[in-house]
């Protein structure tokens, strides 16, 4: 959520009083906050036995979390992230094993060099210059994609946080009027009689963000409840 915390209520976000204008029932009805917080649980997952036995903490977020955020996903950058560490390993993989076994560093050409790690390792079967060489191209390619990727990572997260922070004030004063009806996947807010589908309300938060034409591009879950018999949620 942006870096964006939010404290849990005392209560769980119901008020007796409180009517969704849809179904007119008032038993499913909670604060969106509530829901949404509600939604975000940490899950524990252990493997392994005796005192090899591991665990790690993931936080699992649920569809309908999801639909009432008041902000955009983040962009997910730790693919690329981590691709870039692993180019960064391979540029310096590949220019330590040329530099050794070229001897790059080394001084005039009349002295004695060191064949490493075995005699003949500089003489390949190709020749030495041209395998050397290759080994040099493939270190600077892997190092400019790496710088890359690390400047794609940044440019996105800044981005991402000049479009959303501005407005995230506005987005939030409103998101805290809506509730949430858990019989008809619908959303109403403080003072206005219209039930709102997780979409639209969706529109409504994210344009008073200023970030609204990105509802379009991550659109929200909307909910199927089944009717009773009786026409009743």
């Known amino acids: 959520m942006a870096g964006i915390e939010y404290n849990r209520p005392e209560r769980d976000g119901r008020e007796r009083d409180r009517v969704c204008p849809s179904c007119g029932r008032a038993d499913e009805v909670r604060s969106v906050q509530a829901v949404f917080l509600d939604g975000h649980q940490h899950v524990r997952e252990e493997s392994g036995a005796g005192s090899q036995r591991q665990g790690i903490t993931r936080e699992v977020v649920s569809r309908l979390a999801r639909a009432l ?12 992230g981590c691709l870039g560490v692993f180019l960064v390993l391979v540029s310096v993989g590949t220019f330590l094993v040329g530099s050794l076994a070229g001897h790059w560093f080394d001084g005039g050409a009349g002295e004695t060099r060191p064949e490493y790690p075995y005699p003949g390792w500089g003489e390949a079967a190709s020749g030495p210059e041209a395998g050397l ?8 390619i892997a190092l400019l994609a790496a710088v890359y990727l690390f400047i794609r990572v940044s440019r996105d997260g800044r981005a991402y946080r000049e479009r959303t922070r501005p407005g995230l004030a506005a987005a939030e004063r409103l998101w805290n009027r809506g509730w949430y009806c858990g019989r008809c996947a619908r959303v109403h ?9 997780l979409q639209e309300f969706r529109v409504r938060v994210w344009t008073a963000g200023g970030y609204g034409d990105l509802a379009e591009t991550y659109p929200a879950v909307d909910l199927t409840v089944a009717r009773r018999p009786d026409g009743s949620y």
């Open 69 to 80: 955020a008041p902000t955009p996903p983040a962009p997910r950058v730790q693919a690329r």
């Open 133 to 140: 060489f290759f080994l040099g191209v493939i270190s600077g």
């Open 189 to 197: 807010f403080e003072g206005e009689g219209a039930a709102l589908t």
